[in-house]
């Protein structure tokens, strides 16, 4: 509990503050600018009791993942339900094109860059896939912009997962299934076992059909890639035009497979498929 006395705090109000932790901010946490010896942390709060289960989930699975593909915590306080992070002047993934218009930042906007933190992407997917804590299922991605908005993005232009309170575990030996919340999901970037399987019959969820983790594989497909346009920034030279492309278009076409793979009735599925995309990458020279 001392720990929690140790913080000058201010409620965040600036709009980079606010951006890094949109969500948590208007449901479950109250987010807060703090100081701790000289340097800027976030400090967390529980908004609301109803989200206690959530909160005490995400607080444990940040501790269980400590990593560099995870956000680093800093240190909390059971009793007041609160907890302290590192924080990141970027913040949200979902603010890079704003980071990279500022004239401070343009120098990093290459394609290199962009290609890194798409899979940066894929090797935090892998690590929770194999996790300490289990084999873990990104919840809170029901769209591309929700599943961005769970990373942050680092000073230096790598990436680092913050949003830890909707991660089920799967553990498909053993008839561990997930299903993502009670209501039908629809969209394009929606894997297709989440579909509700039977029609125009109404939905229910007893009926509905538990998946597993390779509905996070699924999603790592050209509208990733696209998400950080990294062809429209092969501009260097037309020999890196042509390196580029065909380089991305192998990492695609490794992910078009997985998604192919994923799909096929009865197929066991192996961590290799997505160890396939990310030894790819480390193919590439920068």
């Excluded at 109000?13 to 606010?18: N, Q, T």
């Excluded at 969500?23 to 109803?50: F, H, I, M, N, P």
């Excluded at 949003?163 to 970037?189: I, M, N, R, S, W």
Aim: aromatic fraction near 10%; charged fraction near 20%; hydrophobic fraction near 40%.
């Amino acid at each position: 509990a001392s720990l929690c006395g140790a913080f000058v705090s201010r409620r965040c109000g600036s709009a980079p503050f606010l951006n890094h932790f949109t969500l948590k901010t208007l449901v479950s946490l109250q987010v807060y600018l703090a100081e701790w010896s000289g340097q800027k942390v976030a400090l967390c709060r529980l908004a609301s009791q109803d989200y206690l289960e959530d909160f005490l989930h995400g607080l444990g699975m940040l501790q269980a993942l400590q990593d560099t593909a995870v956000v680093q915590l800093v240190g909390l306080c059971a009793e007041d339900h609160s907890f302290v992070t590192e924080y990141h002047l970027h913040c949200s993934l979902l603010n890079l094109e704003g980071v990279f218009a500022q004239e401070q930042h343009q120098f990093h906007d290459t394609w290199q860059i962009r290609l890194r933190l798409a899979l940066d992407y894929v090797s935090i997917l892998h690590f929770l896939h194999n996790s300490p804590a289990g084999r873990q299922v990104v919840c809170d991605s029901s769209s591309l912009e929700k599943t961005l908005s769970q990373f942050l993005l680092t000073s230096d232009f790598w990436l680092v997962v913050n949003d830890l309170d909707a991660l089920p575990e799967v553990d498909v030996g053993g008839g561990l299934l997930v299903k993502f919340g009670h209501q039908e999901l629809t969209g394009d970037f929606v894997a297709p076992e989440q579909l509700w399987p039977f029609g125009n019959k109404s939905l229910s969820d007893d009926l509905m059909p538990g998946y597993d983790e390779k509905t996070d594989i699924w999603k790592v497909h050209d509208e990733c890639f696209n998400r950080f346009h990294i062809s429209a920034r092969v501009r260097d030279t037309e020999v890196l035009k042509v390196t580029g492309s065909l380089k991305l278009a192998s990492l695609q076409q490794s992910a078009k497979q997985i998604r192919k793979w994923t799909k096929t009735p009865g197929l066991v599925f192996s961590n290799y498929h997505v160890s396939r995309v990310i030894s790819d990458y480390h193919l590439i020279t920068f």
